[in-house]
């Protein structure tokens, strides 16, 4: 079963907002006293608390799902909704948080440092916070937000100030285990080392930390072994000890050769932009077992060699702790050394400038895209994405309000300026969003008018006729039915039709009667 965890995935939903009420103020003799719905309650927070007292990520591990409560409604008489609970997550010190796309959020590397990994919802207004001078009594209330829903990435980087690397078996978990109270496992076999060991070591007056890693051997880097997984915990390391095994029985093997292959090793691990790479640091040089006569013999050979390229070499024996004073007092100098840079390196850090939001940035933008009847217009933007969530398109004042918020934002005119007309397809958030018809109000589409500048032709067009209009008219329809009345007489006289009454004359003329003329006689 794992026992060290340093890299987990955190699928995290933050609770959501409560929705407003609608409710209207109900007492004697005054049925209709006013709203006094209430607001509803926000979401619980999740929130990464760096805790010293953490050493792993285990627990996130066999449980990576993580929640907080939601929001409470709001309610009638002013009652508003109560507020989800916020829920920490402690981490240990040195968690690096990542989101989903694996960018860096926070470096973790301070006590009791927080961040709000997961904000929740936003509760919404209810009808008696929306009501103004304009808008008296609203048969609306504003929607509780959605809090967050995803996934982020944390990965453990140990805070020691010196790092313990060499060769499997090399007796790095014996050093450390001399020089703290850490009690690593140890045993005769390569790879005993599993996951990283942190101690705690005194020297005068200086407390350090040694960091213990799995150990590496050639072609680590391409991931022979346990390969270079483990060396981020190295990364925040002051100095570098190489603890190299003077009496290993393996043929081919020397104290050189093995710092050799370990300095190839650590020059092809990548570290973090901005900080120092791991060959350029602070090395020492621990030739160990020294209390075997073949490795007290090894040790004093090859002692020269190594400080002839510029390393502090010391002899030591893990087993009868010789040599290991000297040790500690050269690696508590060398670390408040690093300690010194480092604070000066940060007073030297240029200042933190936060800069206000510029007057004319709106929180939106208006993105064109083509479709197949045409253009589509997406809005993208803190404000119009929350406001669409906060709206109950059911109610159609409640729509009615969402559109005065937009339009007071200068989204009409900014769909205007990208070339959107009235009918377009507009898109609020990203995705499948919100649709809408665009129809255009009076003030955003003033410039749309061909009339001269101050002007707007659909105010100053009259639509009532004068009395010359309306004269002309007239006679034009008299003169009409006079050349209508003209033309029938004309035919009639040609012969071309004749009336009821012509007709009937013209059958007693000839000798019929009218029931002949209609095909009928007496006897029928």
Known sequence: ?????????????????????VSVKREKFKPLAGPDGGNGGSGGDLVLVADPNTTTLLGYHRSPHRSSDNGGPGMGDHRNGYNGEMRELMVPLGTVVKDAEGNELLDMNEPGLRLIVAPGGQGGLGNAALASTKRKAPGFALLG???FEGSVYLELKTVADVALVGYPSAGKSSLIAAMSAARPKIADYP????????????????????????????GASEGKGLGLEFLRHVERCTALLHVLDCATLEPGRDPISDLDVILGELSAYPVPEGQKPLLERAQLIALNKIDVPEGRE??????????????RVFE????????????????????EKGRIETAAAEARKPRIIIRPKAVDDGGFTVRVEGGSFGNIYRILGAKPERWIQQTDFT?????????????????????YKAGAIAGSTVIIGPGHGVVFDWEPTLTSTAELITAPRGTDTRIDESKRRTSNERREAYFGRMDAKASARAEMVREREAGMWQTGEEEQNEDVRSGGTPAETNGTTKED
């Open 395 to 415: 109610n159609d004042e409640a729509i009615g309000f969402l559109a005065d918020r937009l339009a007071k934002l200068g989204v009409e005119n900014e769909l």
């Open 1 to 21: 079963m794992a026992t060290f965890v340093d890299h987990v995935t955190l699928h995290l939903r933050a609770g959501n907002g409560g929705n407003g009420c």
């Open 191 to 218: 790879f005993t080392t599993l996951h990283p060991n942190l101690g705690v070591v005194e020297s005068g007056e200086t407390r350090y930390t040694i960091a213990d890693v799995p150990g590496l051997i050639e």
């Open 316 to 335: 030591i024996s893990s087993v009868t702790h010789e040599g290991l004073k000297q040790l500690s007092y050269s690696l508590a100098e060398t670390v």
């Open 145 to 147: 937000t959605l809090g």
């Open 298 to 311: 090894l040790a004093a050979f090859v002692k020269a060699d190594l400080e002839a390229r510029g390393y």
